[in-house]
């Protein structure tokens, strides 16, 4: 029986929103752009589903600026703003995503300079360290809304407040939050938040960049006049539709899947626990949908997604342990599914001060709202069965 576990790096396509996307594969083809019926039948179309992402995240429809993916969110968001402005200083945190550290480099190139924000242990925004790069007063800062490895959700209303003080442009990359949690542009302070449709269940090929109104945005591809002038070429009619459609599910359902997430991460980590040696990654607090997602826990607690875990286990080889997981049926990740098979430990857990060895001895096992206590429960047998396997392994060798 196979199990999926990898849903951070994507979602399979809900069944509801391939139905809402199929007419506009198959028979409404019109260019949302033409003035004729078809036209106008596909930009009502492209019109509702912009009203739907809005939602999702308590924006107006006019800040919604469709895009290709997420990266190309995260790409407009920095290069967008940047080439509106002399060059200056942009500041990151340490634990980005690759689609954000890399327009950050080109930037670079062109003259920026780039301060990079620490974080701590738990993959938290170090306070101290976020003082020192706004007081070198960036004209733009970025800091994710939740980690992809880690699941750690930052506190981006705070960051957001204090960016704006310096007068700073405040991006965050919102793509592993929205749809897990609540997310909400007005009161997260930012300027600008990137999402993705497959990241919640909707179809590869298309996100968005949710933009201030006041805020000059010169597009990466230039041409027409589509997406307010932010975005040139057609527009991925039936990719927006489904994003749409998945948004307005990802609303509705929210506090149930996040509740069911919850729950099964609950399971997954009381097995982790027995598993002699697993270390599990910021493994303090579960971040909920329901009210404000204050989990009780003993220790001081971090806010998580509710479907991540991160876990390491040291001696062991996280790359054969994957490709052991995968022939028994389960499919998980080393961490994030751009930097897969690189071999290079996870910049995430090196900002964290973890171990470069056991940084590369990782597993990200990430939740979905099809998993199954029976799903959990399979993966941790055949995870123990791996372990002890290949430490058996290794002990026969060191005794030859």
Known sequence: MAVYLDHNATTPLDPRVLEAMMPYLRDHYGNASSVHSYGRLARNAVDQAREQVAALVNAQSAQVVFTGCGTESNNLALKGVAARLAAGRVAVSAVEHASLLGPARALEW????????????????????????????????????????????????????????????????????????????????????????????????????????????????????????????????????????????????????????????????????????????????????MGAGRAEVAAERVERLPNTVLIGAPGIDGEALLMNMDRKGIAVSSGSACASGSGEPSHVLLAMGVDPDLARRVIRISLGQGNTPEDVLRFIAVLREQIECIRATAHSAWDM
């Open 110 to 289: 062109q003259g920026w300079i780039i301060d990079t924000i620490a974080v701590d242990d738990q993959c938290r925004v170090s306070s101290a360290s976020l003082s020192e790069a706004l007081n070198h007063t960036p004209q733009i800062v970025s800091v994710m809304m939740a980690n992809n490895e880690t699941g750690v959700i930052q506190d981006i209303p705070a960051i957001s407040a204090q960016a704006r003080r310096v007068g700073a442009i405040m991006h965050t990359d919102a793509v592993q939050a929205a749809g897990k949690i609540p997310v909400d542009f007005p009161a997260s302070g930012a300027h600008l938040m990137s999402l993705s449709a497959h990241k919640l269940y909707g179809p590869k090929g298309v996100g968005a960049l949710i933009v201030d109104k006041t805020l000059e945005l010169e597009p990466l591809l230039h041409g027409g006049g589509h997406e307010m002038g932010r975005r040139g070429g057609t527009e991925n009619v039936a990719g927006i539709v489904g994003f749409g459609a998945a948004a307005e599910l990802a609303l509705n359902e929210l506090a149930v899947r996040s509740a069911h997430l919850c729950r099964l991460r609950g399971l997954l980590e009381a097995g982790l626990r027995e598993l002699p040696g697993v270390v599990i990654f910021a493994a303090q607090g579960c971040a909920s949908a």
